[in-house]
């Protein structure tokens, strides 16, 4: 039997807190509480096992290893006090996948409208996996796509049925 186009695994252990404030701001104090540059628009920093992404003009995601979660959540809920802003802990709420193998970007191509030659090494892009939200970016080998927990069986599903033996999309 052919192999998978790509492979697909359900990434868990992972902590996620939304910070939404006013960037240009709160930018300094935010960057400092979570060791990581503020990222450009539609950018991701990266720093080991730690990720800060931009998902609008106001909110960032902090994506870090679930241990380290309280201790960010504290440091940015202290480093923005007296702030507008909002620091909430989304990890329940999300479904993570990582998808990799030769043909990742074949079979993200089928389910999300992102041209992936113009993503940036650095890029990070909100968009829909089929008929769900989703988020994604690249790592080592591949791909990494966020969306709801309540998705996650679709999302699944759908990124597994793209990845069927044989079904890689013709050369452009």
């Known amino acids: 039997m052919a192999e998978a186009l790509a492979t697909i695994i359900r990434v868990e252990g992972l902590g996620m807190v939304t910070i939404r404030a006013d960037l240009d701001h709160a ?26 992404g931009w998902m609008s003009p106001d909110e960032l995601l902090l994506v870090l290893p679930a241990a380290e979660r309280a201790d960010a959540l504290t440091a940015l809920t202290d480093a923005l006090a007296g702030e507008h802003a909002l620091v909430v ?27 992936l030659d113009m993503l940036p090494h650095d890029g990070l892009r909100r968009s829909r996996a089929a008929q769900t939200a989703a988020a994604l970016w690249r790592i080592p080998g591949g791909f990494r796509l966020i969306g709801f927990r309540s998705t996650a069986d679709y999302l699944r599903l759908i990124l597994e049925n793209a ?10």
């Open 27 to 52: 930018g300094d104090a935010i960057a400092e509480a979570s060791g990581l540059a503020i990222p450009d628009q539609t950018r991701i920093v990266t720093d080991g096992s730690r990720s800060l």
């Open 89 to 115: 802990d989304v990890s329940d709420a999300r479904a993570v996948f990582d998808v990799t193998g030769p043909h990742a970007a074949d079979v993200i191509g089928k389910l999300m409208p992102v041209d």
């Open 163 to 172: 990845a069927i033996p044989g079904s890689q999309l013709a050369p452009r």
